[in-house]
């Protein structure tokens, strides 16, 4: 059986009132910035190549700039990137073959393709889609009993999940979202968040992951004892796929700084140009 279908079978059997640990899942996560320190960090990484400081992997505070020169003026610098190392990780999913030359052309051309026939959904100017989006960076509960809004620190989405057991809709279980139609269970400290109805300009993860509109992805949050972290889960089925994929496992941690939170993401329009050359 597959684990979507068992997962939505567990959620069936659950009882009345085993969601009762929403709360436990509330707060930030992972992520934030700090408020008040843009001066300060600013003027610390003056005249400094620091090309990590703007974007996905800056926790501490949003600099949109790579460093400044003597005079005060800032500049942005630019990369060019193969991929080496992430190409180089064993963590991929097993296409069946016929799928394989359009992988090969996606993988190749996923950034730098001006048709845009093979380009990732960022190098469109879309979101980002699960699973590569990964864990929400801030659980905050719902208007209602037994419903939770993920919030992503990335593209400024949201996701609804409702989490008492329910059946998916069927109409919104085939429709073409970049993060999926959700219902969540819980079983104990796992909160587990089946997701249909995607749309294909989303990949499962870069370098020409692709995946069709009947993907299925199963997430699981399993909080530790003090609720002070979980552990994310992201598994991926999907009729292209020989075998089911995990896509994520990693510790989520708790941001309990109370100077911290998830301020609005930058838009891709008219950042993201094409890099020159195949597969960078």
């Known amino acids: 059986m597959k684990k979507y279908l068992l997962a939505a079978a567990l959620c069936a059997a659950m009882p009345v009132g085993a ?14 910035l700090v ?11 003056t005249g400094e190549m620091n090309p ?3 974007g996905i992997g800056n926790t501490n505070e949003r600099t949109s700039y790579a460093g400044r020169y ?4 800032r500049f942005v610098i630019a990369e060019q990137d193969p991929g080496v190392n992430d190409r180089a990780e064993n963590a991929y999913p097993e296409y069946k073959p016929e799928f394989w030359p359009t992988l090969m052309m996606s993988n190749y051309l996923h950034k730098s393709d001006p048709t845009k026939q093979y380009l990732e959904s960022r190098w469109k100017n879309l979101p980002l889609g699960q699973p590569e989006l990964g864990p929400p ?11 939770l809004i993920f ?47 995607f749309t294909t300009e989303t990949w499962i993860r870069d370098f020409g992951m692709q995946h069709s509109n009947d993907m299925v992805v199963t997430e699981t949050f399993t909080l530790n004892d003090d609720n002070s972290s979980f552990r ?21 941690n708790r941001q309990t700084d109370p100077m911290r939170f998830l301020a609005e993401d930058y838009p891709y329009v008219e950042m993201n140009q094409l890099e020159i050359g195949g597969g960078c």
């Open 70 to 73: 003597t005079s005060g003026e």
């Open 52 to 54: 990590n400081a703007y």
């Open 151 to 197: 919030i992503y620190g990335q593209s400024n989405q949201w996701k609804y999940i409702p989490t008492d057991c329910r059946m998916h809709d069927e109409g919104l279980s085939y429709d073409v979202g970049f993060l999926g139609h959700a219902v969540g269970c819980w079983d104990g400290k796992t909160l587990t968040v089946v997701s249909k109805g």
């Open 19 to 32: 969601f009762a640990a929403d709360e436990d899942l509330v707060g930030l996560w992972n992520n934030g």
């Open 232 to 252: 994310y889960v992201s598994t991926v089925e999907d009729p292209m796929l020989l075998e089911p994929f995990e896509a994520r496992n990693q510790n989520v």
């Open 35 to 45: 408020w008040g320190q843009a001066t300060q960090i600013a003027l610390e990484k």
């Open 137 to 147: 960076q801030m659980i905050v509960p719902g208007a209602r009993p037994n419903e």
